[in-house]
Protein backbone atom coordinates (compact mmCIF):
# COMPACT_ATOMS: atom_id res chain seq x y z
CA UNK A 1 0.00 0.00 0.00
CA UNK A 2 1.56 3.28 -0.87
CA UNK A 3 0.97 6.31 1.03
CA UNK A 4 2.21 9.74 0.54
CA UNK A 5 1.73 12.46 3.01
CA UNK A 6 2.27 16.19 2.86
CA UNK A 7 4.08 18.78 5.01
CA UNK A 8 5.23 22.09 5.28
CA UNK A 9 2.13 24.26 4.64
CA UNK A 10 1.21 27.23 6.39
CA UNK A 11 0.23 30.91 6.66
CA UNK A 12 3.72 33.45 5.13
CA UNK A 13 3.61 36.60 3.33
CA UNK A 14 4.22 37.82 -0.14
CA UNK A 15 7.99 37.32 -1.25
CA UNK A 16 8.44 34.81 1.59
CA UNK A 17 9.58 30.85 0.84
CA UNK A 18 8.25 27.30 2.09
CA UNK A 19 8.89 24.10 1.87
CA UNK A 20 7.00 21.21 1.33
CA UNK A 21 7.65 17.85 1.71
CA UNK A 22 6.02 14.60 1.07
CA UNK A 23 7.11 11.45 2.89
CA UNK A 24 6.08 8.20 0.91
CA UNK A 25 5.98 4.84 2.08
CA UNK A 26 5.32 1.54 0.63
CA UNK A 27 7.56 1.60 -2.57
CA UNK A 28 10.67 3.01 -3.00
CA UNK A 29 11.30 6.80 -4.07
CA UNK A 30 13.21 6.00 -7.19
CA UNK A 31 10.76 4.03 -8.88
CA UNK A 32 7.98 6.52 -9.65
CA UNK A 33 7.37 9.86 -10.88
CA UNK A 34 6.10 12.35 -8.82
CA UNK A 35 3.93 15.55 -9.26
CA UNK A 36 2.86 18.25 -7.41
CA UNK A 37 -0.80 19.91 -7.63
CA UNK A 38 -3.08 22.74 -6.01
CA UNK A 39 -6.60 23.47 -5.62
CA UNK A 40 -7.85 26.87 -5.16
CA UNK A 41 -11.03 27.70 -3.50
CA UNK A 42 -13.57 27.33 -6.52
CA UNK A 43 -11.24 25.80 -8.95
CA UNK A 44 -10.33 22.75 -10.38
CA UNK A 45 -7.17 21.22 -8.99
CA UNK A 46 -3.84 22.20 -11.15
CA UNK A 47 -0.44 21.25 -12.62
CA UNK A 48 2.53 22.46 -10.48
CA UNK A 49 5.24 20.80 -11.29
CA UNK A 50 6.97 17.29 -11.86
CA UNK A 51 9.69 14.93 -11.75
CA UNK A 52 10.59 12.08 -13.59
CA UNK A 53 10.96 8.25 -12.21
CA UNK A 54 15.00 8.69 -13.36
CA UNK A 55 15.28 11.78 -10.58
CA UNK A 56 16.84 13.65 -13.45
CA UNK A 57 14.32 15.38 -14.71
CA UNK A 58 11.74 18.41 -13.81
CA UNK A 59 9.11 19.90 -15.54
CA UNK A 60 6.90 23.08 -14.44
CA UNK A 61 3.60 25.18 -14.96
CA UNK A 62 4.14 28.46 -16.36
CA UNK A 63 3.45 30.17 -13.46
CA UNK A 64 5.79 28.89 -11.47
CA UNK A 65 8.89 28.50 -12.97
CA UNK A 66 11.92 29.96 -11.90
CA UNK A 67 10.44 30.28 -8.40
CA UNK A 68 9.28 26.74 -7.36
CA UNK A 69 11.97 23.64 -7.74
CA UNK A 70 11.24 20.10 -7.05
CA UNK A 71 13.43 17.58 -6.03
CA UNK A 72 13.42 14.03 -3.77
CA UNK A 73 15.43 12.62 -1.36
CA UNK A 74 15.83 9.19 -1.70
CA UNK A 75 17.77 8.03 1.37
CA UNK A 76 15.04 9.55 3.25
CA UNK A 77 12.05 8.82 0.46
CA UNK A 78 10.60 11.94 0.40
CA UNK A 79 9.61 14.60 -2.75
CA UNK A 80 9.96 18.25 -1.84
CA UNK A 81 8.69 21.01 -3.56
CA UNK A 82 10.55 24.32 -2.78
CA UNK A 83 8.43 27.66 -3.14
CA UNK A 84 10.12 30.74 -3.51
CA UNK A 85 8.78 34.47 -3.92
CA UNK A 86 5.67 33.14 -3.09
CA UNK A 87 2.28 35.49 -4.07
CA UNK A 88 -1.09 35.80 -3.14
CA UNK A 89 -2.33 33.75 -6.37
CA UNK A 90 -0.09 31.05 -4.96
CA UNK A 91 -2.72 30.44 -2.21
CA UNK A 92 -3.68 26.87 -2.49
CA UNK A 93 -4.38 23.28 -1.12
CA UNK A 94 -1.23 21.24 -2.28
CA UNK A 95 -0.95 18.26 -2.79
CA UNK A 96 2.04 15.22 -3.86
CA UNK A 97 0.91 12.61 -6.16
CA UNK A 98 2.99 9.40 -7.62
CA UNK A 99 2.78 6.99 -10.54
CA UNK A 100 4.55 4.33 -11.11
CA UNK A 101 5.56 3.42 -14.39
CA UNK A 102 5.92 5.40 -17.70
CA UNK A 103 8.45 6.62 -19.75
CA UNK A 104 11.50 8.73 -18.27
CA UNK A 105 10.98 11.24 -21.31
CA UNK A 106 7.72 11.91 -20.56
CA UNK A 107 6.09 14.77 -18.21
CA UNK A 108 2.92 13.86 -16.52
CA UNK A 109 0.69 16.57 -15.94
CA UNK A 110 -2.98 15.40 -15.46
CA UNK A 111 -4.44 14.55 -12.33
CA UNK A 112 -5.95 10.99 -14.22
CA UNK A 113 -2.36 9.85 -14.70
CA UNK A 114 -1.18 10.10 -10.96
CA UNK A 115 -3.34 6.98 -8.77
CA UNK A 116 -1.78 8.19 -5.70
CA UNK A 117 -2.30 11.00 -3.97
CA UNK A 118 -1.61 12.59 -0.27
CA UNK A 119 -3.98 14.31 1.64
CA UNK A 120 -3.10 18.31 1.08
CA UNK A 121 -1.60 20.44 2.98
CA UNK A 122 -2.48 24.11 2.91
CA UNK A 123 -0.59 27.52 1.85
CA UNK A 124 -1.70 30.87 2.45
CA UNK A 125 -0.13 33.82 0.94
CA UNK A 126 -1.01 37.16 2.56
CA UNK A 127 -0.21 40.06 -0.20
Known amino acids: QVQLVESGGGLVQAGDSLRLSCAVS ?45 SRDNAKNTVYLQMNSLKPEDTAVYYCAARFGGYSTTYYTGTSQYPYWGQGTQVTVSP
Not at 29 to 38: A, M
Not at 41 to 70: H, M, N, Q
Request: proline share 2%.
Open 26 to 70: GRTINDYTSGWFRQAPGKVREFVATLTWTGTSTYYVDSVRGRFTI
